[in-house]
């Protein structure tokens, strides 16, 4: 059995955020209405709710439509679509105001990379001939115009 994750201050930092659904036509922007929308994982079910880190930052409206409260249900791949896109906005929010400690790999830009220096083209090894299984056909020239037959 996985790890089931409770965070009473992972949840309230929905508290005044912008949505993280952000469904078109329905949301109102989040910040007032905020609140944390758990999505349905492997803990859920048995009268479990799911764990705290699968959830998003959801504004009233975008929250009832989510869990098919209000309006037509969303299709299968519109849920998981707006499920993984809060996820996601949630936890680069949660990390960004250091609710969630990941460790951060330094970012360095590929032109600021050092190069790897080439060898001198007597010492580089040949290129082996390409060989492919395709048929080979050759195309007839045309005649040049004015040309005899």
Request: net charge positive; charged share 25%.
């Amino acid at each position: 059995m996985s790890l089931r994750i409770v965070s009473t201050k992972y949840v309230n930092g929905a508290k005044g955020q912008p949505c993280s659904f952000r469904m078109p036509g329905i949301c109102d922007g989040g910040g007032e209405t905020t609140v944390f929308a758990h999505i349905r994982d492997s803990h859920t079910g048995r009268s479990i709710k799911a764990s705290d880190i699968s959830g998003a930052d959801a504004c009233y409206h975008c929250h009832a439509k989510f869990d098919g409260q209000s309006g037509a249900p969303l299709s299968e791949a519109e849920w998981l679509f707006y499920a993984l896109r809060g996820i996601q906005a949630t936890l680069e929010n949660r990390i960004r105001r250091g609710l969630l400690i990941v460790p951060l790999d330094a970012f360095t830009p590929s032109h600021d990379r050092p190069v790897k220096p080439r060898k001198p083209p007597a010492q580089r090894a040949p290129i082996a001939s390409r060989k492919t299984d395709w048929p080979t056909r050759s195309i007839p020239k045309r005649a040049k115009p004015g040309a005899a037959p």
